[in-house]
């Protein structure tokens, strides 16, 4: 038989298992008696959130996460708490999360995590005199960078603008859920990665409610949110529908709740299997011993 219809025919045998393979939404949350975050998982269709496990250090702390993010390059699962960047082993097993600190970044910040390429992001929230700003993140030391100025500001004249929720990559756009002085409910916005500059995209609507979405993350093209909730109101995923021109980004609720409580951040996880690693090394072995062949 033709060695290409051999090697065709043992690539496809070996993508199958991955085939069923299917993107996780994860989310973080935070109790306030005791202070505990913890990672869950949410259905795509229903909302429903199912616990995976409480996040602690190998010294057995509970951690106070402010939000994550998924690196699908090196299949590693970034958080962040107040001033410090961690790495989080999402597959502990046993109801733990195991996080391991990999540094301080420098800066105070509240929320907002993603990673573009190779490149961690994050922001700070505005203050009374400033707007917040885009920073990245050192992988190994977790230093914070500084991205050009300021977020700047959009909405009245003279406002400042600053991360209030989550980060998320898509089709060359960062995005930012952000609130602005004075401003009531959360607004969507892009922001240059060059300048730090965030541009307004529109108001998040769900009817006449702005709910305060602290979670974003695309996923095969569809942007999804998640409203934090508090103690007595469970958090609520959402698909934001983002206009072709500024203005209204309509909020369309999925499913009751979350069933979770206090949710902060949404990344998306994408499994590599076994048998993704050895269809390269199986075709390269084919390839090569086919060459073989042909030289002697």
Request: no cysteine.
């Given at each position: 038989?033709?060695?290409k219809?051999i090697?065709f ?15 996780t939404?994860?989310?973080d ?13 949410v ?5 429903v ?16 996460i ?8 090196n299949?590693?699962m970034?958080?962040?708490?107040i001033?410090r ?6 597959t ?7 996080a ?12 907002g995590?993603?990673?573009v ?7 700070t929230?505005k203050?009374t005199l400033a707007?917040?700003?885009?920073y ?9 960078t500084?991205v050009?100025?300021?977020?700047g ?23 930012g859920t ?5 401003s009531?409910?959360t ?10 500059l965030?541009t307004e995209?529109?108001?998040i609507?769900?009817?006449s409610?702005s709910?305060t979405?602290d979670?974003i ?17 469970p958090?609520t995923?959402?698909?934001l529908t983002?206009p ?14 979350t069933?979770a ?5 949404l990344t998306?996880?994408v ?5 993704a ?20």
């Open positions: 038989m033709n060695k219809i090697s025919m043992i690539g496809f045998l070996l993508l199958i298992p991955w085939l069923s393979y299917a993107n939404l994860y989310m949350t935070r109790s306030d008696s005791p202070i505990v975050s913890s990672l869950y998982t259905d795509h269709s229903s909302g959130a199912s616990k995976v496990g409480d996040i602690m250090t190998s010294n057995d702390s509970y951690l106070t402010n939000d994550i993010a998924y690196d699908p390059g299949q590693t970034y958080a962040i708490t001033n960047l961690w790495d989080l082993n999402y502990s097993g046993n109801g733990i999360i195991t391991t600190a990999l540094g301080e970044m420098g800066i105070t910040v509240r929320q995590l993603e990673v390429g190779s490149t961690i992001y994050t922001g929230s203050t707007s917040g700003a885009l990245t993140l050192d992988p190994v030391t977790g230093t914070a500084k050009g100025s300021d977020f500001d959009f909405g009245a004249a003279g406002t400042y603008v600053g991360l209030v929720g989550d980060l998320a990559y898509y089709n060359g756009k960062l995005y952000m609130r602005w002085s004075g009531v409910g607004y969507l916005a892009t922001i240059d990665l060059d300048t730090g965030a995209v529109g108001k609507l769900a009817g409610i709910p979405i979670g993350v695309f996923e095969n093209g569809v942007l999804y949110g998640v409203a934090q909730g508090n103690a007595n109101n958090g995923l959402y698909y983002i072709d021109s500024p203005g209204e980004v309509i909020a369309t609720r999925i499913g009751t709740n069933g409580y206090a949710a902060w951040g998306t996880v499994p590599l299997p076994p048998s690693l050895l269809l390269g090394s199986g075709l390269l072995s084919l390839g090569l011993l086919g060459r073989r062949r042909i030289r002697g």
